[in-house]
């Protein structure tokens, strides 16, 4: 462990992490001590669905480092009772919504597949719609799916949606599309960065450094040299470095920098 400290002076956010998951369930606290040590200042949790629901506020209440809920619908678990969760999800959402920070996790998943295209798009579209009443940004994740995500995004091209690309996985030419047509949006950064074959070191090269945000997916996806072991909000650090190393910026400058962009997409409140 590196040790950085909550000094106030390389504080980082973890805009996305599961820290509810089960894995976590036997060393909870002893997680949330190793982020604080690696200067850890606030974590994001994206919902899942119903059944994530619960531990998820159960995290937040938890947690002594300030953790942030979102709420939403993942597209791998859009099936044909979508409109179960989601009037489950809108009542939770009128009565709480005070309490949120984004909507998400949500978007389109077609990796494993493709079945459900139809309803993860509706799915997609109403929570698009939350997002927008309620003046929320998104938490979007996609995979295979990009062109597909673009043409449902087309409709929301003139309204003030906005939110972030979780772990963006995209080529450059998707991210110049998002840049150019979705100004609004900023692009995920998490452990993959770190993975020599993922060509994420020269992309992050052309994306606007106003536009790009930490996360870990913990307990997915953890970043070299932890690869294949339970990811963590502690492991931010190496992704923190990789980028800084990618973009010639110093560590405590990628600190700074995304955690401004964090503040600026989820304007945290405390």
């Given at each position: 462990m590196l040790g950085i400290g909550n000094n106030g002076?390389?504080?980082?956010?973890?805009t996305h992490c599961?820290?509810?998951?089960?894995?976590?369930?036997?060393?909870?606290?002893?997680?949330?001590?190793?982020?604080?040590?690696?200067?850890?200042?606030?974590?994001?949790?994206?919902?899942?669905?119903?059944?994530?629901?619960?531990?998820?506020?159960?995290?937040?209440?938890?947690?002594?480092?300030?953790c942030y809920t979102m709420?939403?619908?993942?597209?791998?678990?859009?099936?044909?009772?979508?409109?179960?969760?989601?009037?489950?999800?809108?009542?939770?959402?009128?009565?709480?919504?005070?309490?949120?920070?984004?909507?998400?996790?949500?978007?389109?998943?077609?990796?494993?597949?493709?079945?459900?295209?139809?309803?993860?798009?509706t799915v997609l579209r109403r929570q698009l719609d939350w997002a927008l009443e309620f003046k929320l940004p998104v938490a979007l994740?996609?995979?295979?799916?990009?062109?597909?995500?673009f043409g449902v995004l087309t409709d929301y091209k003139t309204s003030s949606l906005k939110g972030v690309f979780h772990c963006f996985s995209g080529s450059e030419a998707q991210a110049n599309y998002i840049i150019k047509h979705h100004p609004s949006f900023f692009f995920g950064i998490g452990g993959v960065i770190t993975y020599s074959k993922s060509g994420l070191c020269d992309l992050v090269q052309m994306l606007p450094r106003d536009r790009i945000l930490?996360?870990?997916?913990?307990?997915?996806?953890?970043?070299?040299?932890?690869?294949?072991?339970r990811n963590e909000?502690?492991?931010?650090?190496?992704?923190?470095?990789k980028l800084g190393s990618a973009l010639n910026i110093s560590f405590h400058e990628v600190c700074q920098?995304?955690?401004?962009?964090?503040q600026q997409l989820f304007n945290f409140n405390v």
């Open positions: 002076f390389n504080n980082m956010i973890d599961h820290l509810y998951d089960a894995s976590f369930q036997e060393d909870f606290y002893e997680v949330i001590a190793r982020a604080k040590a690696n200067g850890v200042e606030k974590i994001l949790l994206p919902n899942i669905d119903q059944t994530s629901w619960k531990p998820l506020k159960e995290a937040v209440n938890n947690s002594s480092i300030p709420l939403g619908l993942h597209p791998c678990y859009v099936r044909e009772n979508y409109e179960q969760d989601l009037s489950f999800f809108r009542q939770e959402l009128v009565t709480g919504h005070q309490e949120l920070t984004a909507i998400g996790e949500i978007g389109l998943d077609l990796y494993w597949d493709k079945t459900y295209l139809s309803e993860q798009k994740h996609v995979r295979e799916a990009f062109e597909e995500i930490l996360e870990t997916d913990a307990p997915y996806l953890a970043p070299s040299p932890h690869r294949g072991k909000p502690a492991f931010l650090i190496p992704v923190a470095q920098l995304t955690t401004a962009n964090a």
